[in-house]
């Protein structure tokens, strides 16, 4: 058996035997559960299974074949039964808490008259919209009943494993504060580079006893991941450590996994812990995991928002791009196929969506066009370019020259020409001109968006936009915004790379100076909104402006290979990194780290935004 076997072995082996001990008899039968939905519904025809793989050993009963089926990339399971006679049966048992207790007759199938055999239909191996990792196991009745072992009842991501020793650490970091328990000292210690953790009790007595806990929702339930790795300390010791545990499951569609340190005095019945925690293999990294953890896999969206799900894809595709990390690009292809139908009002936004992303409000579906472009630019697979040409050129029927002089209306009804609408128009036609080989059509098109959009008044004397024009086309003084400040720093940049003409660059660079010095949009050298001062609380579409912002100012930092810019881009990684994140690697919604600052979905995408305009592209 080799070493790394042998070390699992050990450090699982209660674990293994107590589960073992379970498999005589399926739990009494009960309702049944409510169906898990991930990448499938539980009860998928195994005939659509991508895979058929076989990852625990087959069982015998009574001469009859008993077999667990497992389709990783579908996450869910089948069990069959072979060589059987009439009225044999076959199901499979499901269990959120390794095994102490588990969902019965899962699929229950007999085989018919005349048959040798049947089998289950799919069910999943983890529910990551409820944050739970399970295990399944095959079970058979064939006047005995017996049962394969659990699947899967380690966590591995990558080459690392639960079980691990922590003699193999790359690092040794303790994230938050040890815990002090009848003078023991208890501590949680982190291989960042790996996602691995472990605990340690130190200053302790023979029989004292340490462990891990492991949640897939921030702390808030951890009945998979409970005593993991507990551990004694042996006679004539005072201190003792745990084995490691992973924190990622990539192949149960887990990410963020928190951990926290937890000890127990032999002489007395209290238990202590620390503070909960996720590991940092870099800082992107960290605060995409955390944007993961937020993810709907079964319907493939951040729920609640539409626009800004679209801006989340888009992050996650330059979060994979700069960083060459590869983790989630299932994600953006799982929104995409999930999203591109109808649907009526209130399931995906307000407003009913036609199909191909598109709804009445004309800047929600451009979103979602610079979503797949940037998804095409990842990929190459060109149903995100062809999605992108349709959207945009559905964007198009709302440029009317007839009002204003052109520019695209904010909504259907014809109501408001604003900076959004229009920086999301100017930089979509200026990308399809860039991407689609002999393109004219889409050139002309972003041209003449460019001309409009300089005069059209947007941008007022001090280099900043404001938010749209009035009904007699005149610049409306609106609130500045970060987001519409970077749609156009970052459209006129792409212009400039496409016609190198200067005057492009030159308002590129105006627009960017004007942002990182205005207090309007930048305190102490933070980029900070206008809902970020005081006691104003930004709401659910403003959470999301600051990271398109830095976005853009990335792509001209790129371009221009400026230091100022750069500078300004490491000064709000830094500040998020360093005041607005919590131990969980949570990043609010004030970059600056003052109060109040909340943090959801969308404060972490737009923050991760920061963290990942610093990245060295193609560093992993």
């Known amino acids: 058996m080799p070493t790394r076997m042998r070390r699992l072995a050990g450090a699982l082996v209660a674990l293994v035997t107590a589960a073992a001990c379970l498999a005589a008899l399926p739990a009494p ?31 015998v009963v009574d001469g009859r074949l008993l077999r667990l089926h497992v389709s990783d990339p579908d996450s869910m399971a089948w069990a069959s039964i072979d060589r059987a006679v009439t009225g044999d049966a076959v199901w499979l048992d499901r269990s959120w808490d390794r095994g102490a207790t588990w969902e019965p007759l899962l699929g229950k199938a007999s085989v018919p008259a005349t048959w040798t055999g049947t ?24 006047a005995a009943v017996t049962c394969t072992d659990w699947v899967y009842p380690t966590v591995c991501d990558g080459t690392s494993c639960d079980g691990d020793d922590p003699a193999g650490a790359t690092g040794d970091d303790r994230p938050v504060p040890a815990a002090t328990l009848f003078g023991r000292t208890i501590d949680l210690h982190l291989d960042q580079a790996r996602g691995m953790a472990w605990a340690t009790i130190a200053r302790g007595g023979a029989g004292d006893e340490i462990w891990l806990d492991r949640s897939w929702d921030g702390g808030a339930t951890w009945p998979e991941g409970s005593s993991l790795g507990r551990t004694a300390v ?4 005072s201190a003792t450590r745990t084995v490691m545990i992973a924190t990622r499951d990539p192949r149960g569609l887990l990410y963020g996994g928190a951990v926290r340190a937890c000890g127990r005095a032999a002489d007395r019945q209290e238990g202590g812990c620390t503070a909960w925690a996720r590991p940092a293999p ?5 605060a995409a995991d955390a944007l993961m953890a937020w993810y709907r896999t079964d319907e493939g969206w951040w729920r609640s928002s539409w626009w800004n799900s679209a801006v989340a894809v888009t992050t996650v595709a330059e979060f994979a791009r700069r960083t060459g990390r590869h983790d989630y690009d299932w994600a953006i292809a799982r929104t995409f196929e999930q999203n591109k139908g109808v649907f009526p009002a209130g399931a995906r936004s307000s407003d009913p969506v036609e199909g191909h992303f598109i ?3 004309i800047d929600d579906a451009a979103w979602w066009a610079v979503a797949w472009l940037t998804a095409y630019d990842l990929t190459r697979e060109r149903r995100y370019l062809d999605e992108a040409v349709t959207i945009t050129s559905y964007v198009h029927e709302f440029w009317d020259p007839r009002t204003c002089g052109g520019g695209v209306w904010w909504d259907r009804e014809r109501t408001y020409k604003n900076a959004v609408t229009n920086g999301l128009y100017l930089w979509l036609t200026t990308a399809l001109h860039q991407r689609l080989p002999g393109d004219t059509l889409w050139g002309g098109r972003s041209a003449a968006a460019a001309d409009w959009y300089l005069g059209s008044g947007l941008i007022d004397a001090s280099g900043l936009v404001n938010d749209g024009l009035t009904a007699s086309c005149a ?9 519409n400040q970077g749609l ?6 792409q212009l400039w790379r496409t016609t190198g ?3 492009y660059l030159d308002t590129a660079r105006r627009l960017a100076d004007a942002a990182i010095t205005s207090p309007r949009l930048t305190r102490d050298g933070v980029l900070t909104e206008s809902c970020d001062i005081g006691t104003a609380s930004c709401d659910d579409n403003q959470k999301q402006f600051k990271g398109i912002f830095v976005r853009h100012l990335a792509d001209l930092a790129d371009a221009t290979g400026s230091a100022t810019y750069r500078a300004y881009l490491t000064r709000q990684a830094d500040s998020v990194w360093d005041h607005d994140r919590d131990p969980l690697n949570r990043l609010g919604q004030r970059w600056a780290g003052t109060t109040p600052d909340p943090a959801d979905w969308r404060t972490q995408a737009s923050a991760l935004e920061a963290l990942t305009a610093v990245e060295v592209p193609g560093r992993r």
């Open 234 to 237: 042996p006679a004539g010791a």
């Open 501 to 503: 003409e200067t005057r």
């Open 119 to 142: 089998r289950t239909l799919m069910y999943n191996l983890t529910d990551p919209v409820a944050h739970r990792r399970g295990w399944i196991r095959a079970c058979g009745d064939a």
């Open 282 to 286: 870099t800082r992107a990294r960290a």
């Open 475 to 483: 610049n409306n003084g609106q609130t500045v915004w970060s987001y």
């Open 488 to 493: 156009a720093l970052g459209a006129f940049t």
């Open 29 to 59: 039968a009960h309702a049944a559960p409510a169906p898990v939905c991930a990448l499938a519904c539980d009860t998928l025809d195994p005939s659509r299974a991508r895979q058929d793989a076989f990852p625990v050993a087959d069982r």
């Open 359 to 361: 709804s009445r409000a």
